[in-house]
T-cell receptor, first 112, second 115 residues
């Protein structure tokens, strides 16, 4: 059975600090996606990682993918309050036929 | 583009009633997905369509759930009869051919409460 596991599931941090969210998955895949969800809102696409070693950066967030280790990381640099949200990773398990399986989500709370 | 449009935004219904959720995907997108989100189970893929054809419905929880896509611009998810455990947020998402390079675009969701 495919598992997509994120850790931590909850993260409370101070503004200005750095931290990393981890996404492990249990099957072969070379595509991984990160989404952000604000409370009561929809999911917004953050990053699309399409190959081993892929690295994408947007502002204070940087995502990377290691397909051999079946691991993706989302690194937060100098966190600000506006980054408070729930972050999901999702893995394409179907060889580009459209099926994404989501992790449990990591709820990030950035305190002033 | 207006994005993926779902209706209604909120639905409160009594147990045993039929509920129909609606979705209009982004024009030109070939794939449409229905997900359910709950605190206990997270985001679950229920069913997805490619060019209006259901491809994988293995996530549909039971026969009370059905989904249709009569044309490229409209899909429905129906629950009949509804039960309190169906209470969740239901998201529709769409994606173009070659979706792997883009991922999905999600709608705003329908928050369903069955009392």
């Amino acid at each position: 059975e495919l598992k997509v596991e994120q850790n931590p599931l909850f993260l409370s941090m101070q503004e200005g600090k750095n931290y990393t969210i981890y996404c492990n998955y249990s099957t072969t895949s070379d595509r991984l996606y990160w989404y952000r969800q604000d409370p009561g809102k929809s999911l917004e696409s953050l990053f699309v990682l399409l190959s081993n070693g892929a690295v994408k950066q947007e502002g204070r967030l940087m995502a990377s993918l290691d397909t051999k280790a079946r691991l993706s990381t989302l690194h937060i640099t100098a966190a600000v309050h506006d980054l408070s949200a729930t972050y999901f990773c999702a893995v394409d398990i179907s060889g580009n036929t459209g099926k994404l399986i989501f992790g449990q989500g990591t709820t990030l709370q950035v305190k002033p | 583009d207006a994005g993926v449009i779902q209706s209604p935004r909120h639905e409160v219904t009594e147990m045993g009633q039929e509920v129909t959720l609606r979705c209009k995907p982004i024009s030109g997108h070939d794939y449409l997905f229905w997900y359910r989100q709950t605190m206990m189970r997270g985001l679950e893929l229920l069913i997805y369509f490619n060019n209006n054809v259901p491809i994988d419905d293995s996530g549909m929880p039971e026969d009370r759930f059905s989904a249709k896509m009569p044309n490229a611009s409209f899909s429905t998810l129906k629950i009949q009869p509804s039960e309190p455990r169906d209470s969740a947020v239901y998201f529709c998402a769409s994606s173009p051919l070659g979706w792997g390079n883009y991922g999905y675009t999600f709608g705003s969701g329908t928050r369903l409460t069955v009392v």
